[in-house]
């Protein structure tokens, strides 16, 4: 299946796309009713759309073009879902389980160049960027999933987080927002759709202004550009003035508290004068900031990094706390499975090559 899937298209788009063939704009409506209410997988189940319409749908795009490869499953209720896309390669596609309800992580690339020095993503360069229907459709094969184990579970919530740099495919990223949030389709709100960038600043500046109310989240891992450089090579191009001039910019113009993700890395960043420093370099933005300390999670080819003590993770805490900073600590989930992102599809693809 080569086709590009109709998920790609927003609700204008598609309106847009059958009005230039004669189709009027109720029946973009009804067919987009089937795809995200309905969630039928074949154009021909879509019963009361004219039959031309059916046809000329299906002549152009297919629906699922990626195949469910594996699927790990946690005690917790985490699921792990390895996809094949059409192309043959890989990504990652997590289902977890809160007390608020249940999140998806998209992926976003296939590989990363972002190249962050403790990552599994990370370890394999970018060979594409998704399009916009292959991250709605992670969302669409986890939605089904749900449908069919019958319990009228919905996704509330998604993160894009997962593999690659949701900002470098900026333009497939914000189609993926409007689908999701979409009224008249999954209308999943804003506010619970969380974007993670690694600090691409110019891209920073345009999703601010977007408006699209849509949270932010940006990766900092380091409270100094030596120790950052280190730990992420692209502030070596951005640096951190760089990174909290496009971080208040965003604040200023949302007036949205945004999320700063800090990666506890034993011995490296996760010491006491860390915490300090990290206190004062985020201290005029603090009434806007949280930030979300990570135990990491270690993997094979990173072995230069190692877990944070849990009473070191304490002390962190504890030390921003003091220092006013609003900040707490990112739950696990799916300990007992491959909890790394990025670590389920670089085990299976050394498997593969190996094999
Ligand atoms: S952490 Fe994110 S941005 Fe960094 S290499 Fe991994 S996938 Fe890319």
Same mark, same amino acid.
């Given at each position: ?74 005690? #917790? ?51 594409? #960027? ?226």
């Amino acid at each position: 299946m080569s086709r590009s899937s109709i998920y790609g298209l927003t609700l204008d788009q598609l309106t847009e796309w059958l009005a230039e063939r004669g189709h009027k704009k109720s029946r973009a409506l009804l067919v987009w009713d089937w795809l995200y209410r309905k969630r039928v997988t074949d154009f021909s189940a879509m019963h009361d759309v004219n039959g031309e319409c059916i046809q000329l749908l299906s002549e152009h795009f297919g629906i699922l073009t990626m195949e469910e490869h594996l699927k790990q499953q946690s005690s #917790d209720g985490t699921i792990k879902f390895l996809f094949r896309l059409y192309d043959g390669n890989l990504i990652e596609t997590v289902l977890m389980r809160h007390k608020f309800g249940l999140s998806v992580c998209v992926t976003t690339q296939v590989g990363c160049n972002i190249g962050c020095s403790f990552c599994a993503s990370g370890l394999l360069a970018k060979s594409r #960027d998704l399009s916009a229907g292959e991250i709605v459709e992670q969302i669409m094969k986890v939605q089904l999933h749900l449908d069919q184990a019958g319990q009228s579970e919905k996704v509330s919530h998604i993160v894009v987080m997962g593999i690659g740099e949701p900002f470098d495919n900026f333009t497939n990223l914000i189609n993926f927002i409007e689908i999701m949030k979409e009224r008249k389709g999954l209308a999943i709100g804003p506010r619970h759709i969380t974007v993670s960038t690694s600090g691409l600043v110019d891209k920073i500046v345009e999703f601010t202004d977007l408006q699209t109310q849509v949270n932010l989240a940006v990766s900092l891992h380091a409270p100094n550009n030596e120790l950052r450089t280190r730990i992420m090579k692209i502030n070596r191009a951005i640096p951190i003035e760089k990174l909290m001039n496009a971080i208040k910019y965003y604040i200023e113009n949302t007036k949205r508290r945004i999320t700063i993700e800090y990666i506890l890395l034993k011995d490296v960043n996760d010491q006491k004068e860390h915490a300090i420093e990290l206190a004062d370099l985020i201290r005029d933005i603090a009434a806007y900031a949280n930030v979300n300390l990570i135990p990491y999670n270690p993997v094979d080819e990173h072995s230069q990094y190692q877990r944070s003590e849990r009473d070191t993770v304490s002390a962190f805490y504890d030390t921003l706390k003091k220092q006013g900073i609003s900040c707490g600590v990112r739950l696990e989930h799916g300990t007992d499975i491959d909890a790394a992102c990025g670590q389920l599809r670089s085990k299976q693809i050394k498997a593969e090559i190996s094999s």
